[in-house]
C-alpha cells in the first residue's frame, strides 16, 4: 500500500477504454510510451493495493515477466491474488 | 409429518467441517454464502459413499449396481419436487444449476414461443437487479428471434419499481417474465407471488429465479403459479455442478428438447428421432449421478431442522450486521433491513471495494467484492461494485461481531496513506536486482516517478 502512493492520480487522457487492461477485476489503466530509447508508463487503478502492485510490476517487470507465478511467490503475493486477479497480473504484464 | 431437530447453531456448526478451517492463521469467518455455501458432512459422505458403493451410470437396468444407482437417483428427484411442492415429480429436471435452467427455457420455450410472425418484436421482461444469469440468456435468444428484453427500473430503495413494471407489462404484453426471487446482490426478497399474479394477468409465462431464495426459505411452487422455477444445489448446501429446473408439464411438453444426446431419444434413426418423455426429454448425456443424489442429502439435511427457527436466527444476525455496517463512519449500506435473506451489500468513502476485501481476507474473513453479476444494478446504482457480506444460519453473532470490528481496522488502516507495508517492503530484498525496485524512501521515489508515470531508462 505504501508503494500505492507513488502513483498520482492520473489527467483524464488516461483514463479511456483504450488503455484499459481487460481481465483485471479492478480496473487497470496503463499506457507505455517510447520515445528517445526511454520506456515510460502511465498507469493508474482506482484500488490502492492495484496501484502498488502495478509500481511493483513496472519496477521489476523483466523478473515478473519471466515467471510471473514465481515472481509472485517470491514477494509473498500469491496467496493475496485470487486466480482472477493472477489473471490480471499476467495482462499487466502483457501490457509492459 | 417428517420431525424435525430444534435448531442450534452451536452444534449445527459442527456438521460443516470446514468452519473449523483458520485462514491466513485465522479462524475462517465465512460471509459469502451468496456465492455459494457450505456443505455439510452429510453431504460430503454422501457423495465419497456413492463412488465406493453405487457407482454405475443410471437408467441402465441390466445389472443390480445400476439399478441402485438409479433408484437413488430417482428418489432425489422425488425429494426435490417434495422441497418446492411440484406437483408431478416429473417436472423436476436436473441442470447444471441456476444458469443452465434458464438456458434451456429461454432456448427452448424461446424457439418456440417467439418465433412467430407478429410485426411487433416480442418482449422479455426482467428487472434491472437480475444477475447476468437471468439477462444475457434472453438477450441471447432475443437476438435470434428479433425479440427484445426490457428492464423493469428500480426504486430510490434498490426495489422494483411495481408502478413501472405494471405499465411496462400493458404497453408490451411480454411472452415471458423472468424474475429473480432474491436479488443475488441485495439480497432484496421481490413481491414475486403478485407480480406473478399481474404477469398472467397479461398473458406472460413466468420463470422465476430462485438461486438465492431456497437456502434461506421454503418455496412452494404451487403457491406461487410460475410456470418455472430454478435453483442451484450448491446455493443450498449441496454440490457444485448441479441445479433444478422445475416448470410446469402442459409447457415442458409442448417444448422441443434444447440439447440432444443420450437418455433424452426414445428411438433414433437417420430418417426421424423419437424423443423421450418429461423429465428426460431435457436431460441429454449422462446426468451428474453423485450430485443429484448429494442434493437430496442437502434438502434432507435442510428439511430435517426446524426452519422457522433457523430463518430467525440468520434475521437476528443480519439485523446485527446490518445495524452494525450502517453506524460505521463512511459506510453506505445499499441492502435494505425489509424482506432481506441476509445480505449487506455496501461501499465505503473513498476506498476500493477490492482492497477491503483483501484486507478482511487477512483476517480470515471471507466476502464478495465487485458487481456480483448484476452489473445492470450497479449502473443503476452509480457504482462498479460493492462488498457483500451474506450469511447463513451457521454463522453466530461473534462473527458478525468480530467482522464490524475488523471492518472499522481496515477503513483505518486503508484512509491512512503512509502507513508501513512491512510485507511489502521486507520483500523486496528478495529480488536480486534491487536497483530496479521502488526504495522505501517514499520521498525520494516521488521525485523520481512524479504523478502517475514510472520512467525506466531503457
Given at each position: 500500500m505504501s508503494l500505492a502512493t507513488l502513483l498520482e492520480r492520473p489527467n483524464p487522457q488516461l483514463l479511456i477504454d483504450q488503455h484499459k487492461l481487460q481481465q483485471c477485476e479492478s480496473a487497470v489503466w496503463l499506457r507505455k510510451t517510447v520515445l528517445n530509447q526511454q520506456t515510460s508508463y502511465q498507469a493508474w487503478s482506482e484500488a490502492k493495493i492495484m496501484r502498488g502492485l502495478l509500481v511493483m510490476l513496472i519496477s521489476c517487470r523483466e523478473q515478473a515477466q519471466q515467471d510471473s507465478d514465481l515472481f509472485l511467490s517470491h514477494v509473498k503475493l500469491s496467496q493475496f491474488l485470487s486466480p482472477s486477479r493472477t489473471n490480471g497480473v499476467k495482462a499487466i504484464l502483457d501490457a509492459l | 409429518m417428517k420431525s424435525t431437530t430444534p435448531f442450534n447453531s452451536t452444534k449445527i456448526r459442527r456438521d460443516f467441517p470446514i468452519l473449523s478451517l483458520r485462514v491466513q492463521g485465522k479462524s475462517l469467518i465465512y460471509f459469502d454464502n451468496a456465492a455459494t455455501t457450505q456443505k455439510p458432512r452429510a453431504v460430503i459422505d454422501k457423495l465419497s459413499q456413492f463412488?465406493?458403493?453405487?457407482?454405475?451410470?443410471?437408467?441402465?437396468?441390466?445389472?443390480?449396481?445400476?439399478?441402485?444407482?438409479?433408484?437413488?437417483?430417482?428418489?432425489?428427484?422425488?425429494?426435490?419436487?417434495?422441497?418446492?411442492?411440484?406437483?408431478?415429480?416429473?417436472?423436476?429436471?436436473?441442470?447444471?444449476?441456476?444458469?443452465?435452467?434458464?438456458?434451456?427455457?429461454?432456448?427452448?420455450?424461446?424457439?418456440?414461443?417467439?418465433?412467430?410472425s407478429d410485426q411487433q418484436p416480442a418482449t422479455i421482461l426482467v428487472s434491472t437487479s437480475e444477475h447476468h444469469a437471468n439477462i444475457v440468456p434472453w438477450q441471447l435468444i432475443a437476438a435470434a428471434t428479433h425479440s427484445q428484453v426490457i428492464?423493469?427500473?428500480?426504486?430510490?430503495?434498490?426495489?422494483?419499481?411495481?408502478?413501472?413494471?405494471c405499465r411496462l407489462l400493458t404497453l408490451h404484453r411480454p411472452k415471458i417474465v423472468a424474475l429473480a426471487h432474491v436479488s443475488n446482490a441485495l439480497g432484496h426478497i421481490n413481491p414475486i407471488r403478485q407480480m406473478i399474479v399481474k404477469a398472467k394477468e397479461h398473458g406472460a409465462i413466468t420463470l422465476?429465479?430462485?438461486?438465492?431464495?431456497?437456502?434461506?426459505?421454503?418455496?412452494?411452487?404451487?403457491?406461487?403459479?410460475?410456470?418455472?422455477?430454478?435453483?442451484?444445489?450448491?446455493?443450498?448446501?449441496?454440490?457444485?455442478?448441479?441445479?433444478?429446473?422445475?416448470?410446469?408439464?402442459?409447457?415442458?411438453n409442448k417444448m422441443p428438447p434444447w440439447q440432444g444426446g443420450g437418455e433424452m431419444i426414445e428411438?433414433?434413426?437417420?430418417?426421424?428421432?423419437?424423443?423421450?418423455?418429461?423429465?428426460?426429454?431435457?436431460?441429454?448425456?449422462?446426468?451428474?449421478?453423485?450430485?443429484?443424489?448429494?442434493?437430496?442429502?442437502a434438502i434432507d439435511y435442510l428439511t430435517g431442522m426446524d426452519r422457522a427457527a433457523a430463518e430467525e436466527h440468520e434475521q437476528r444476525l443480519f439485523h446485527r450486521l446490518y445495524n452494525g455496517c450502517t453506524a460505521i463512519s463512511g459506510v453506505q449500506v445499499l441492502s435494505s433491513p425489509d424482506n432481506n435473506v441476509g445480505i449487506v451489500s455496501?461501499?465505503?468513502?473513498?476506498?476500493?471495494?477490492?482492497?477491503?476485501?483483501?484486507?478482511?481476507?487477512?483476517?480470515?474473513?471471507?466476502?464478495?467484492?465487485?458487481?456480483?453479476?448484476?452489473?445492470?444494478?450497479?449502473?443503476?446504482?452509480?457504482?462498479?461494485?460493492?462488498?457483500r457480506a451474506s450469511i447463513s444460519?451457521?454463522?453466530?453473532?461473534?462473527?458478525?461481531?468480530?467482522?464490524?470490528?475488523?471492518?472499522?481496522?481496515?477503513?483505518?488502516?486503508?484512509?491512512?496513506?503512509?502507513?508501513?507495508?512491512?510485507?511489502?517492503?521486507?520483500?523486496?530484498?528478495?529480488?536480486?536486482?534491487?536497483?530496479?525496485?521502488?526504495?522505501?524512501?517514499?520521498?525520494?521515489?516521488?521525485?523520481?516517478?512524479?504523478?502517475?508515470?514510472?520512467?525506466?531508462?531503457?
Open positions: - | 463412488y465406493k458403493v453405487a457407482n454405475a451410470n443410471v437408467h441402465r437396468g441390466s445389472h443390480s449396481l445400476s439399478n441402485t444407482a438409479t433408484s437413488q437417483f430417482e428418489l432425489a428427484r422425488k425429494t426435490v419436487a417434495a422441497f418446492i411442492n411440484a406437483p408431478n415429480v416429473h417436472e423436476v429436471i436436473w441442470c447444471k444449476g441456476t444458469t443452465e435452467a434458464i438456458n434451456l427455457v429461454a432456448n427452448s420455450l424461446g424457439s418456440y414461443l417467439l418465433n412467430n428492464a423493469i427500473p428500480l426504486t430510490k430503495d434498490m426495489q422494483i419499481d411495481q408502478a413501472e413494471y422465476i429465479d430462485g438461486a438465492q431464495a431456497v437456502g434461506h426459505f421454503s418455496v412452494d411452487v404451487q403457491q406461487l403459479d410460475c410456470d418455472f422455477y430454478c435453483f442451484s444445489a450448491h446455493k443450498c448446501f449441496g454440490p457444485t455442478g448441479i441445479g433444478v429446473l422445475w416448470g410446469k408439464q402442459a409447457l415442458l428411438q433414433v434413426s437417420f430418417s426421424g428421432t423419437r424423443f423421450n418423455q418429461l423429465p428426460f426429454k431435457f436431460e441429454a448425456g449422462t446426468p451428474p449421478i453423485a450430485d443429484a443424489i448429494a442434493l437430496g442429502t455496501f461501499t465505503v468513502s473513498g476506498l476500493h471495494h477490492q482492497d477491503i476485501a483483501i484486507l478482511l481476507d487477512q483476517n480470515g474473513i471471507a466476502v464478495r467484492s465487485g458487481h456480483h453479476c448484476a452489473m445492470p444494478l450497479m449502473q443503476a446504482l452509480g457504482i462498479d461494485g460493492t462488498l444460519f451457521y454463522n453466530t453473532e461473534q462473527e458478525v461481531d468480530f467482522f464490524l470490528s475488523a471492518l472499522q481496522e481496515v477503513i483505518a488502516v486503508l484512509n491512512n496513506d503512509f502507513i508501513e507495508d512491512t510485507v511489502i517492503i521486507e520483500d523486496k530484498a528478495t529480488i536480486e536486482d534491487k536497483d530496479t525496485l521502488v526504495t522505501e524512501n517514499t520521498q525520494r521515489d516521488k521525485q523520481q516517478y512524479p504523478a502517475s508515470d514510472v520512467v525506466i531508462g531503457t
